[in-house]
């Protein structure tokens, strides 16, 4: 048989990732899902993350497809196709660090000065430096576009002050992608401003929240007179909700393609419980296993094109959507499996099945609620009439807030 450059990336990335990584099943036969750690976790996850991402950096597998002076491997986009599939099974995810660089990227490489992308990508995809998302407000969640974190211009320096909340990592992060309001009597899309911003001076300060089950994902930001140089914009002044729409939208999609393995995992628990040859149970496994496939097809189809800088040919909203029912159905059938054991957490596989149950929650409403994703595809996929705006057309400053 000829062996053409392809099968030769294929052989030398199974040999590498056999050599290097864990197996998934061997490390962690119910593992929790990969981008919220278990309680107490959360420091060690973070380390055992990044170390991980700059293990695949060193390697040439992340940052596969970006540019060589912009610190990336230069190479195509089926050398990132075929890393996915050689490295299904093995332990490559590395949380959230493949979340906001999924996220941060490809803004950075569509908006970013020549300065900024030889200044922020490449310590961004080996991981070195770890960045968090400051976007979500006490008043602005859904409606971010509402967002009250003022940044006054003093010399060549914003001064920001202002509150941000639920930001996944931020109490590991060096750098921010920040969001503020620049322009307060231009209407509420316009004069908003996005900042590449230092985490790590005076006036931030970070606080993490627990979470009702224990867990500390997120944290809260206080800024208080902190500062971001005129250089550090991305895009141009009052016109950062561009860039952040294109954050957004890389954000939902990057939820789709985490999809995980959970439908394997649920296999095997139905073979250890002997419940695999029940017709109900093979009926709904086969409905999470499809629809696991489907996901990833869509995913992979978003990820090819936003890899060749074009549109993605599947609406973003979509795949959030399906990944948010998937994982209610896993949830709902983890626990059908398992019965009273389910909520008693008595083993590894209850602890399992305990988080896939909670799992429901946060990914319906990270990146954009069920609601607010159906409000997008029925005005922007199927042309219903929009939603009734009444501060459309009046300046930010003169809006009621609550
Ligand atoms: C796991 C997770 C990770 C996150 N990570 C980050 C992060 O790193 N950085 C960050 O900045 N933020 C982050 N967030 C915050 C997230 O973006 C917001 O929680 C989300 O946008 C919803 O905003 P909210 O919580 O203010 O809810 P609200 O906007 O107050 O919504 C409350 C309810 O009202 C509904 N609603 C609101 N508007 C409409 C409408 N127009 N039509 C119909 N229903 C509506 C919503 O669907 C929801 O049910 C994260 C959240 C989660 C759960």
Redesign the pocket.
């Known amino acids: 048989m000829e062996i053409n450059s392809e099968d030769e990336y294929r052989l030398e990335t199974s040999a590498w990732l056999a050599e290097n990584i864990d197996l998934i099943e061997e490390k962690q036969p119910f593992s929790t899902l990969h ?2 750690p278990s309680r107490g976790r959360e420091n060690q996850h973070h380390l055992d993350c990044q170390q991980r991402q700059k293990k695949l950096y060193d390697a040439g597998y992340a940052g596969v497809t970006v540019p060589t002076e912009y610190g990336g491997h230069g190479g195509e986009p089926w050398m990132q196709r075929i890393f996915r599939e050689e490295a299904a099974g093995y332990q490559v995810h590395t949380g959230f660090f493949n ?2 660089i999924s996220m941060t990227l490809p803004a950075l490489l569509k908006h970013g000065t020549e300065e900024q992308k030889k200044t922020h990508i490449p310590s961004l995809i080996s991981g070195e430096v770890s960045w ?13 576009a509402g967002l009250a974190t003022r940044a006054e211009l003093d010399g060549e320096e914003f001064v920001i002050h202002g509150q ?7 109490m590991y992060a060096d750098m921010g992608i920040l969001l503020v309001r620049t322009n307060p009597d231009a209407h509420k899309h316009e004069g908003i401003t996005f900042l590449l911003f230092d985490m790590k001076q005076r006036g931030v300060e970070v606080r993490p929240l627990i979470q009702a089950h224990g867990a500390g ?2 944290a809260e930001v206080f800024i208080d007179g902190a500062k971001c140089h005129v250089s550090n914009v991305l895009g141009e002044v009052d016109k950062g909700w561009g860039p952040a729409r294109a954050v957004m939208s890389n954000e939902s999609a990057m939820i789709g393609g985490a999809s995980g393995d959970n439908p394997q995992q649920l296999i095997q628990l139905a073979q250890e419980l002997g419940k695999a040859d029940e017709p109900v149970i093979r009926q709904k496994l086969v409905a999470v296993y499809v629809r696991n496939k489907l996901l990833k097809i869509m995913s992979g189809k978003i990820s090819a094109a936003v890899r060749k800088g074009m549109s993605p040919p599947i609406h973003p909203s979509i795949v959030k959507l399906y990944v948010a029912h998937n994982r209610r159905l896993e949830g709902d059938l983890a626990q059908w499996l398992l019965g009273a054991a389910g909520v008693v957490v008595t083993n590894k596989a209850s602890e399992w099945a305990m988080e896939l149950l909670h799992a429901r ?3 319906s ?8 994703h ?2 997008n595809l029925g005005e922007q996929a199927l042309g219903l009439p929009r ?1 009734i705006r009444v501060d459309r057309g009046i300046p930010w400053k003169d809006i009621p807030k609550g």
């Not at 968090?132 to 971010?144: K, M, N, T, V």
Request: one cysteine or more.
């Open positions: 981008w919220m979340s906001i968090c998302q400051l976007f979500s407000e006490p008043g602005a969640g859904s409606d971010l941000k909340v639920w930001n996944s990592a931020a994902h997120f929650y946060p990914i409403i990270g990146g954009g609620t069920d609601e607010v159906r409000n939603d």
